[in-house]
């Protein structure tokens, strides 16, 4: 899984794993997809959060 957290960008966004990804595209935090994955809503409100460490996923 890849998250970038960015402030600004300049230049253009492409896709150089077309297999993988059918398109990317820059959201706000706060104006997810719905279908948004947990494991990544779980690592934006980790960095929003100030955490930098978890362990999602894996059971006790």
């Known amino acids: 899984m890849q998250n970038v957290f960015a402030e600004s960008w300049s230049g253009l966004l492409e896709n150089k794993?077309?297999?993988k990804h059918v398109h990317y595209k820059w959201f706000e935090l706060n104006s997810l997809p719905h279908n948004t994955m947990p494991l990544v809503n779980?690592?934006?409100s980790n960095y929003?959060?100030?955490i930098f460490y978890d362990e999602f996923g894996w059971d006790e």
């Open 42 to 44: 779980t690592a934006i």
């Open 48 to 50: 929003v959060n100030g």
């Open 17 to 19: 794993e077309p297999v």
